[in-house]
């Protein structure tokens, strides 16, 4: 099992261009999330899906794009880079558990994207 | 919307201290999860408590759920080097799917 695996790992951006983080889980789980954490900071939410074709936002999804066409998947798209999206992107994903099952909701996240915006 | 804050943001001790950093949810919470972010590393998983007045313990690490679910506290007893790194509470409201973390208390230890 490899988790959750982001590409890339490094990436030096302009203004105004724009990528896709890549985010896939191996673990067949539904929810996915994506959290940016700015240096000495929390992490605040971008987006999540619930499952595949489900996807909502969360606190600062501005300037980002989510797609879920499949389970595995959940690719983060920056549409015209600004220095303010510089930033460490991690992507997490955990398993649904129906109300009465034990076990905690845990997340699972990848190694992180580290990102500049120059 | 649902805010988690933390303090302190920052707590240098000389190894063998003991730590405590406190979480507060401005709304009742579900559960609230703890989380645990070595220097350049991604946040893994402590632990998860969902009842009010909660105490579990991890070794020399014991979490606390406040009575009314919206605090929490980690409590790390004579802290050793392999402590360092920075520690999120990270809550979830009543039928949210989302979690919202904590703004994070980051450990330094002086040996």
């Known amino acids: 099992n490899a988790g959750v695996t982001q590409t890339p790992k490094f990436r030096i951006l302009k203004i105004g261009q724009s990528m896709t983080l890549q985010c896939t889980q191996d673990?067949?789980?539904?929810?996915m999330y994506w959290y940016r954490q700015d240096p000495g900071m929390g992490l605040k939410l971008i987006y999540y899906?619930?499952?595949?074709?489900?996807?909502d936002k969360g606190e600062v999804p501005n300037g980002y794009n989510v797609s879920r066409s499949t389970t595995e998947d959940f690719p983060l798209r920056l549409e015209l880079a600004a220095p303010s999206q510089t930033s460490v992107y991690f992507c997490?994903?955990?398993?649904?558990?129906?109300?009465?099952?034990?076990?905690?909701?845990?997340?699972?996240f990848g190694a992180g994207s580290r990102l500049t915006v120059l | 919307g649902q805010q988690v804050m933390q303090i302190p943001q920052y707590q240098h001790v000389q190894e063998g201290e003991d730590f405590t950093t406190y979480c507060n949810s401005s709304?009742?919470?579900?559960?609230i999860q703890w989380y645990k972010q070595r220097p350049g590393g991604h946040p893994v998983f402590l632990i998860q408590?969902?009842?009010?007045?909660e105490v579990k313990k991890q070794k020399r690490l014991t979490f606390q759920f406040g009575e009314a679910k919206k605090n929490s506290s980690l409590h790390i007893t004579a802290t050793q080097t392999t402590d360092v790194g920075t520690y999120f509470c990270?809550?979830?409201?009543?039928?949210?799917?989302?979690?919202?973390f904590g703004t994070g208390t980051r450990l330094t230890i002086i040996p």
């Open positions: 997490a994903s955990r398993e649904k558990r129906d109300r009465g099952q034990s076990g905690a909701n845990v997340l699972t």
């Open positions: 673990m067949n789980h539904n929810y």
């Open positions: 899906s619930v499952g595949a074709g489900i996807t």
């Open positions: 709304t009742t919470l579900s559960n």
């Open positions: 408590l969902v009842k009010s007045g």
């Open positions: 990270a809550g979830r409201g009543f039928g949210n799917e989302k979690l919202t």
